[in-house]
């Protein structure tokens, strides 16, 4: 894949997990959320769709040619958090502290990274 492309879709799940979960900042705090958070807020039909729209960043990763373990903890992130917004209050709470999409977009670029690292 040439490293365009690579930087595209690097950039494109980065874009995702920013609007996820760190689009804006609660005045006067260091805390930041985004829409998982406001969706969160809907009981069961929020935290799926929620959980769903973060699949974007692990079909970006799938596309790179991610490996099979990343893939699983990216997925791993996603059932974690899908869990605990099944938990009222709780749930909200970890919305806005458990940024999973931002966790996985980290660790995408961590992986390409090491890949990148690995070729020269």
Do not use: C
């Not at 059932?79 to 605990?84: N, S, V």
């Not at 938990?87 to 709470?93: K, L, Q």
């Amino acid at each position: 894949m040439i490293d365009h492309e690579v930087a595209r879709r690097l950039r494109r799940s980065r874009q995702i997990a920013t609007l996820l979960d760190g689009a804006w900042r609660i005045p006067y705090t260091p805390w930041r959320f985004g829409l998982d958070s406001l969706l969160g807020l809907l009981p069961v039909a929020g935290d799926v769709l929620g959980a769903l729209l973060g699949l974007a960043i692990v079909w970006q990763a799938r596309q790179l040619g991610a490996p099979r373990g990343l893939l699983m903890r990216m997925l791993g992130n996603i059932g974690l958090d899908f869990l605990l917004g099944s938990v009222p209050v709780v749930g909200d709470i970890a919305d806005v502290a458990f940024r999973k999409n931002d966790l996985n977009a980290s660790l995408l670029e961590d992986w390409v990274a090491k890949t990148q690292a690995g070729k020269s």
